[in-house]
């Protein structure tokens, strides 16, 4: 290879650190209603099924967190690549990815081959907080889809439910998230559910066999050993927190009282180094609602420098000539391929 091509080869990896900035009018011209679309059709998947919106706020953490916010989470595997979808902390736990796919296929609609679905998930975590009684905040856009994605890059960065919170700060440290950043942003667990599949190390075998987690408050664990007795069904669920379809400070509440559902949650109260923030955001939630939309928008910011596109359907890359409905194929149920061929 010449030295000039050789050179060439190499630019897209010397710019690698500078993504284009992130504006909150990007799509102002190209897509004015992206997003009153987003909102709209989030506002009717949260009517259908109020757990929807914790659902898809979650997919901004799994999605940032994993080679930056480029909508790698949302790839189909296909016969050569394994994707996120299946990886340890995905599989048989995140969902609602059909709610993005009735966003995209709106916006598609409305402005064809505009709107990433990266961004699509970073409107639509916004809006599920919003729409459950959080705060609300202006977005950065203007993201490019990822055209791969890595299961095993998934598995390699994403938290265990077991890790505690001097782990955490350590995994968060690496994003330059902060302490603060770290507790504010596990106050998204303010919504949505958790799997007993997720807790029965701390209820049986925390501290070796038959021997649980003492943080759990005696009352709070005889309760949560009714919901997820030892051998039973995995994929029984219970809430977060108190108020599961409300954001709110309940959760912080919660944990000063023994009551967090996740080890990784719990141990927030726990841990010195991020209690004094656990305490501060149970008694004033104004302050928790500042820090958990700088925390978010924070995350929004993660961008891996890689190349990307506008993806026609969240779920696959844009092959040339290729069709889709024969690059997928096998795999997860809610799979539905829509508005892609016309
Ligand atoms: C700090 C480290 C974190 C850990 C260890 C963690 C872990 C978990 C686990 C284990 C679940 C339950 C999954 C299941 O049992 O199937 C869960 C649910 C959830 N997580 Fe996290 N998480 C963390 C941070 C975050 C962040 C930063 C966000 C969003 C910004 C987030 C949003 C959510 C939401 C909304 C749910 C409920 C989802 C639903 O109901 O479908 N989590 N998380
Ligand atoms: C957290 O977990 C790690 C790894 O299991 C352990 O080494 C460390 O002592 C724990 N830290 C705290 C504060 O419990
Ligand atoms: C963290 O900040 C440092 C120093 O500003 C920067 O070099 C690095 O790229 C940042 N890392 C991430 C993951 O943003
Ligand atoms: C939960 O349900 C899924 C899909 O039905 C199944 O494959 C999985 O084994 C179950 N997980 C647990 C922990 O029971």
Redesign the pocket.
């Known amino acids: 290879m010449s030295l000039p091509l050789l050179l060439f080869c190499l630019l897209p990896a010397a710019f690698s650190a500078a993504s284009p900035p992130l504006l909150p009018e990007y799509y102002a011209k190209s897509c004015p209603n992206a997003e009153l679309i987003v909102r709209y059709v989030m506002t009717k998947a949260m009517i259908r099924e109020p757990?929807s919106g914790?659902?898809v706020?979650?997919l901004?953490?799994h999605d940032c967190f994993v080679n930056g916010c480029d909508g790698s989470l949302l790839l189909d595997d296909t016969p050569t690549m394994l994707g996120e979808k299946l990886s340890l902390?995905n599989i048989?736990?995140l969902?609602?990815y059909e709610v993005i796919d009735e966003i995209k296929e709106a916006l598609e609609t409305a402005c064809p081959h505009t709107v990433s679905c990266a961004d699509i998930v970073i409107m639509a975590?916004r809006d599920a907080v919003l729409l459950s009684g959080g705060p609300n905040w202006d977005v950065k856009l203007g993201r490019k889809d990822s055209l791969t994605a890595s299961q095993k890059d998934s598995d390699d960065i994403m938290?265990?439910?077991r890790?505690n919170a001097s782990m955490?700060i350590d995994l968060?440290a690496r994003f330059n998230l902060s302490v603060k950043d770290?507790v504010a942003?596990?106050g998204?667990?303010s919504?949505?559910?958790?799997?007993c599949?997720?807790i029965v190390f701390r209820l049986y075998s925390q501290l070796g066999p038959g021997q649980p987690d003492p943080s759990i408050e005696p009352k709070f664990r005889e309760k949560l050993d009714q919901l997820c007795p030892l051998g039973g069904d995995g994929n029984v669920?219970g809430g977060?927190d108190f108020t599961p379809q409300v954001f709110d400070n309940q959760y912080f509440k919660d944990l000063v009282n023994g009551h967090g559902f996740?080890n990784?949650d719990e141990s927030l109260f726990t841990y010195v180094k991020t209690r004094p923030y656990v305490r501060r955001y149970s008694e004033d939630e104004s302050e928790f609602f500042r820090d958990f939309v700088e925390g978010?928008i924070k995350?929004g910011d993660l961008q891996s420098g890689r190349p990307g596109e506008i993806r026609r359907n969240c779920r696959v890359v844009n092959g040339r000539g290729r069709r889709p409905v024969d690059v997928v194929g096998g795999g997860l149920k809610d799979r539905k391929i829509f508005g892609y061929e016309r």
């Open positions: 757990r914790a659902s706020m979650r901004q953490f902390s048989n736990s969902r609602s975590a938290p265990s439910p890790a955490l968060f770290l942003l596990s998204s667990h919504i949505g559910k958790g799997r599949f997720s669920t977060l996740l990784s978010m995350l």
